[in-house]
């Protein structure tokens, strides 16, 4: 998922300002990025929404509860919520979807008393009943600064310095309980192979970092100033994909520093995890790839186990040399036979036609190579979500369903093998095509449908607002309804994003001047 422009500069300890540079995340779709928010907030029809003499009535409360803070009010706002949430689990459970998930960031601001509670109220008033909160992403990870077991800076390190938070504030936690406080279900949504630019300035880790062909990082062609972006300031830069920093998939370092991100998040017992960027860098022109040099398994720790995966020496020598060249000559062939078989002191093998035998040895190491990488993301990402699954806690996969994509031989770039993803493990497909009424939509659902077990939810990303076509997208209503037409089992959606649904609430939060007491948004 993309992340809008954010201003160059960075101004050091404001609050406000802080707040004003951070980027949210945005829809990568196909070639086109989600431009500025909606100018008008439209309610929409969704299902299991609060009424608007409901929704002011607590909003109203809230604010009594937030100003007056009497034990009165208090008991009356958390009645209203009660009221809600019970209200929202018996429409989910005779409606559909039973399940209807939005995706939001958090901010420092939202540390401020009744700010949260808005945010989480505004999404249980839509009926939704899940969200997911971005908790590692862009090199920061939401946890406190005085429980930060992990390499990456927290999110709320300047509102520490500035003193408007203490250091042991849990950003995370409070989340956790104000949407189990309203029957909202909450996932931990994190990053996964792209750490963060800061992750490169981290003594020690430069051999963790995924290399191509010509022994180059992701973010080895950047443009960037680097001056801008050192000292974890690269969090509140502008985060295309040119810019994000991959690591080796097979590197024991790597995962055991997400892993360690993974289990702090865990401890806030969160309802799941959803894992995205399971995968390698893209490439600029969107172009298959059909060259070893091209894939990202150069490093070291990748190249190792690709190597020591294979157990015929001939064929190993091979891939060594293929792994240095990119390609493979009947030459190749007939040195790498002669050196072998001098070592062994053994008579060469008699090979008939060289250019053919070298053709069939180069596509044998070529279909090597590209499953050695898939096996890469596979084990990673089973590998650092192994805590949830060993408390008995859900786990997703975010993808793009062509991110798997494989024609004649030739690759999509991302290599994400999504359909190989264990069965237990949800799948969130960004279904993010472009069409007025919504089909080509409900083509990609189908297509995940169909390359996923029928034991595994499948829960597509929808991205567009209520009641209006944005950006290209028709509305969420009429994307369900295109995909309930052709999926009717489908019982799950999530919609991307909360700030598309809500641009006010999160464009005061973003700058920091969100009090929890601006107006109640209300069904038009």
Request: hydrophobic content about 40%.
């Amino acid at each position: 998922m993309k992340c809008q422009k954010a201003p160059k500069k960075l101004n050091r300890l404001s609050f406000l300002l802080i707040a004003s540079l951070t980027c949210f995340s945005t829809a990568f779709v196909g070639n086109a990025i989600a431009g500025p928010l909606p100018e008008k907030i439209l309610w929409g029809n969704p299902t299991c929404d609060v009424s608007t003499t409901e929704i002011l009535r607590k909003h109203e409360l809230r604010k009594s509860a937030l100003v007056i803070n009497s034990s009165n009010s208090q008991a009356q706002y958390q009645a209203i919520i009660q009221k809600h949430k019970s209200d929202l689990q018996a429409c989910r459970d005779r409606l559909a979807p039973k399940t209807q998930a939005t995706w939001i960031r958090l901010y420092p601001n939202d540390a401020k008393s009744g700010v949260l509670e808005d945010v989480f109220d505004k999404v249980a008033n839509r009926g939704y009943n899940q969200v997911f909160i971005e908790v590692f992403y862009d090199g920061r990870v939401l946890l406190p600064v005085a429980d930060n077991p992990t390499p990456w800076r927290s999110v709320m390190e300047e509102a520490v310095k500035a003193r408007e938070v203490p250091a042991d504030y849990d950003l995370w936690k409070k989340a956790i309980a104000i949407g189990k406080e309203r029957g909202i279900k909450v996932y931990g949504w994190s990053f996964t192979m792209n750490f963060g630019y800061g992750y490169s300035e981290i003594k020690g880790r430069s051999a963790v970092l995924a290399l191509n062909g010509n022994g180059e990082n992701s973010i080895a062609n950047t443009n960037f100033d680097r001056n801008l972006v050192s000292n974890g300031r690269a969090f509140y830069e502008d985060a295309y994909e040119a810019d994000h920093l991959f690591v080796d998939p097979y590197s024991a370092i790597a995962k055991a520093d997400l892993t360690s991100a993974v289990k702090a998040l865990m401890q806030r017992q969160p309802d799941g995890m959803v894992f995205d960027y399971v995968r390698y860098p893209t490439n600029s022109t969107a172009a298959l790839i059909d060259n070893v040099k091209q894939l990202w398994i150069h490093g070291q720790s990748s190249r190792s186990a690709l190597l020591s995966s294979i157990d015929d020496k001939n064929v190993r020598e091979l891939m060594a040399l293929y792994l240095k060249t990119g390609d493979l000559t009947a030459d190749d062939v007939v040195q790498t036979e002669k050196k072998l078989t001098e070592t062994v002191k053994v008579k060469p093998t008699s090979i008939k036609n060289l250019r053919e035998t070298a053709a069939i040895a180069e596509s044998l190491l070529w279909n090597i190579a590209t499953n050695h990488a898939y096996q890469g993301v596979i084990n990673f990402v089973t590998a650092i979500s192994a805590p949830f699954k060993q408390n008995n806690m859900a786990i997703g996969t975010v993808f793009f369903p062509n991110g798997n994509l494989n024609e004649a031989g030739k690759f999509e770039a991302r290599m994400q093998p999504w359909d190989r993803f264990p069965t237990y493990m949800e799948r969130h497909p960004m279904t993010y095509a472009l069409c007025n009424d919504g089909k080509c939509v409900a083509d990609q659902v189908s297509e995940v449908v169909r390359q996923s077990s029928p034991e595994t939810l499948v829960c597509p990303v929808l991205a567009g607002t209520w009641g209006q076509g944005f950006d290209g997208h028709p509305s969420f209503e009429k994307q369900m309804q295109a995909i309930r037409a052709t999926e009717p089992k489908i019982n799950c959606f999530s919609h991307f994003v909360y700030a598309w649904m809500e641009p006010e609430s999160d464009r005061l939060r973003k700058f920091g001047k969100a009090t929890g007491l601006e107006s109640a948004t209300i069904p038009n």
